[in-house]
């Protein structure tokens, strides 16, 4: 049973670029969430998409969008590269009528700035 | 504002010393409390969910518990595998159905033999 499936693993861009991340959730999800997560820090939400839209979204600027597509993957963009943008991106995946179900990750992109 | 606090940010025991971690936090109507472990370079691993003041669920030498405002992670007798990041989060009232996690910025456990 494959869990959560990010790619690529590692990205390096420079600022002003933009960059797209994707991520196919473990079998059975519906729901894949997106998370930042900086050096030493735990990960910050980012939005959450399900049935093709997004639904909840935390304090990110709108250079940070996404999109789920009907097999439930989904890719996170960010265009005008900060070097603040520079950290590990998390997506996670759950199932909408699970309720508190816990989230489950996949290990992660990790984007440098330069 | 919803928040989670972790300490201590950086734990160091000797094999076989046991000890605590824990998460205190704000959040009004509390819909689930989880903890997960994270290894260097990777994603986080979910460990339990608790749901209400007083619960305490187990797996091998790790025991967390639950209070109404802070939940400990207790190692009993860790081995140097024990070693990682340990993460709590909690998941605020549904606002429209979804389920986003607040998380702590954790505790970086390290285990010597």
């Known amino acids: 049973d494959a869990g959560v499936t990010q790619s690529p693993t590692h990205l390096i861009k420079t600022r002003g670029q933009q960059v797209t991340l994707r991520c196919s959730p473990k079998?059975?999800?519906?729901?894949v969430s997106w998370y930042q997560q900086a050096l030493g820090q735990g990960p910050q939400f980012i939005f959450q998409?399900?049935?093709?839209?997004?639904?909840q979204r935390g304090n990110f600027p709108d250079r940070f969008s996404g999109h789920q597509f009907p097999n439930y993957s989904s890719e996170l963009n960010v265009n005008a590269l900060l070097l603040g943008d520079s950290a590990l991106y998390l997506c996670?995946?759950?199932?909408?009528?699970?309720?508190?179900?816990?989230?489950?990750f996949g290990d992660g992109t990790r984007l440098s700035i330069l | 504002e919803d928040q989670v606090t972790q300490s201590p940010e950086a734990l160091r025991l000797q094999e076989g010393e046991s000890s605590s971690l824990n998460c205190s936090y704000t959040?009004?109507?509390?819909?689930?409390l989880f903890w997960y472990r994270q290894d260097p370079g990777k994603g986080p691993e979910f460990l339990f969910t608790?749901?209400?003041a007083g619960e305490e669920k187990e797996k091998e030498r790790l025991k967390a518990t639950l209070t109404k405002k802070e939940s400990f992670l207790h190692i009993t007798a860790p081995k140097p595998e024990d070693s990682a990041t340990y993460l709590c989060?909690?998941?605020?009232?549904?606002?429209?159905?979804?389920?986003?996690?607040?998380f702590g910025a954790g505790t970086r456990l390290a285990v010597h033999p």
């Open positions: 989060a909690v998941q605020p009232p549904f606002r429209g159905g979804y389920n986003k996690l607040i």
């Open positions: 959040v009004s109507g509390l819909r689930g």
């Open positions: 608790l749901y209400s």
């Open positions: 079998s059975g999800h519906d729901t």
């Open positions: 998409y399900y049935e093709e839209e997004e639904r």
């Open positions: 996670a995946s759950s199932h909408r009528q699970g309720g508190e179900q816990p989230q489950h």
